[in-house]
């Protein structure tokens, strides 16, 4: 849907060639500054890589890290692996093109059931976010199955 959107964003610009969006993925630690002129900027090897990847997408795709293939890998299909060039990095990263999401598994339409609580100290977690320009951190932990 968002490549699309960028597609037809680029012809409503009169663009002469079209716009393309490439995505890198990877998944890991990051910093966030603090300074006035770093406010917002995440810094670290996890976005340097994920930046390697994006670079490394073919023009319309999605390129992911081990890491994120290994945590979504039974919610998305993907096609082989590769190998990417990471300036910055010793080795070469192992990468994989996604195709498209898996099938819809039962898992993912468990609903949210009788978490007022968490769901309001979200959603009041997020507005703090909204009214100070401030990231928050917020972790989500519980067993298997029961609607994280």
């Known amino acids: 849907m968002l490549f699309r959107s960028i597609g037809r964003f680029g012809e409503e610009l009169g663009l002469p060639i079209p716009l393309r969006l490439r995505v890198g993925i990877h998944t890991g630690p990051v910093a966030v500054g603090s300074e006035r002129s770093e406010q917002g900027l995440v ?3 996890t976005v340097n890589l994920a930046a390697r ?3 490394a997408a073919e023009p319309g795709g999605v390129l992911v890290s ?3 293939w290994l945590l979504t890998n039974d919610s998305v299909e993907y096609g082989s692996q590769l190998e990417v060039e990471a300036k910055g990095f010793e080795a070469k990263a192992r990468a994989w093109p996604v195709i498209a999401l898996a099938p819809r598994s039962s898992r993912r339409t468990i609903p949210l059931v009788d978490r007022r609580r968490e769901l309001r100290l979200l959603q009041d977690t ?4 909204r009214e100070t320009a401030r990231g ?3 972790t989500l932990l519980g067993e298997p199955g ?3």
């Open 43 to 45: 810094f670290g090897a």
């Open 53 to 55: 990847l994006q670079q």
């Open 66 to 68: 081990e890491t994120a």
């Open 126 to 129: 997020f507005e703090g976010v």
């Open 136 to 138: 928050h951190l917020v």
């Open 146 to 148: 029961v609607g994280k």
